[in-house]
């Protein structure tokens, strides 16, 4: 099975940068995602890691440490915007044509002013 | 492209009443999948496809049937909701990569 650890919630200054961090436990890995979600709207993709290493976006730059089970997203010159939960959720090898991902219970960001 | 949609949008049903969650692409995905999402529990994966035809149980299939007779649609139905059904079901398709999410159900069971 999977276990993933996000923070339930965070607040960051406007203009400010922010890491969320993710730590999972799987027996087979094969990626991880992130998604932001804004309240009432549905989750939108936002990055992907299958190597180690970093992988940047614009403001947003995702993290992956297979060896330590762990990434982070990083979010730059925050804007109001961006408050919004993020989900991580990692993708398991499978047999049989299915690759099971797994959805963190999110981390809540509040941006202020 | 309109993506992923769901129909309805919002519903109240009593205990023991059945209905149906419809959830259509149109991007040619092969893999389509139903969640629940409950505050403090994240996004839990109920019944998923894999391809026309094809439908398997998730984390949480218990009081659901889905069935997947074309490739673009993937039902969901409650034969007997129960308050516990209480909760935004978000229906999703991917091809290899990320998922793209519909726009969620709002259920409620008095």
């Known amino acids: 099975g999977q276990n993933i650890d996000q923070p339930t919630e965070m607040t960051a200054t406007e203009g400010a940068i922010v890491q969320i961090n993710c730590t999972y436990q799987t027996s087979g890995f094969n990626g991880l995602f992130w998604y932001q979600q804004h309240a009432g709207e549905a989750p939108t993709f936002l990055s992907y890691n299958v190597l180690d290493g970093l992988e940047e976006k614009g403001r947003f730059s995702s993290f992956l440490s297979r060896s330590k089970g762990y990434s982070y997203l990083l979010l730059k010159e925050l804007q109001m915007k961006d408050s919004a939960s993020y989900l991580c959720?990692?993708?398991?090898?499978?047999?049989?044509?299915?690759?099971?991902?797994?959805f963190g219970t999110g981390t809540k960001l509040q941006v202020i002013p | 492209n309109a993506g992923v949609t769901q129909t309805p949008k919002f519903r109240v049903l009593k205990t023991g009443q059945s209905m149906t969650l419809l959830c259509a692409q149109d991007?040619?995905?092969?893999?389509m999948y139903w969640y629940r999402q409950d505050p403090g529990m994240g996004l839990r994966l109920i019944h998923y496809s894999v391809g026309e035809g094809t439908t398997a149980k998730g984390e949480v299939p218990d009081g659901y049937n889905v069935s997947r007779l074309k490739k673009q649609n993937f039902l969901l139905g409650l034969e007997s909701a129960a308050p516990s059904q209480t909760s935004v079901y978000f229906c999703?398709?991917?091809?290899?990569?990320?998922?793209?999410f519909g726009p969620g159900t709002r259920l409620t069971v008095t």
């Open positions: 959720a990692v993708r398991d090898k499978r047999s049989g044509g299915y690759q099971k991902v797994t």
């Open positions: 991007m040619n995905h092969e893999y």
């Open positions: 999703a398709s991917s091809y290899r990569g990320e998922q793209y």
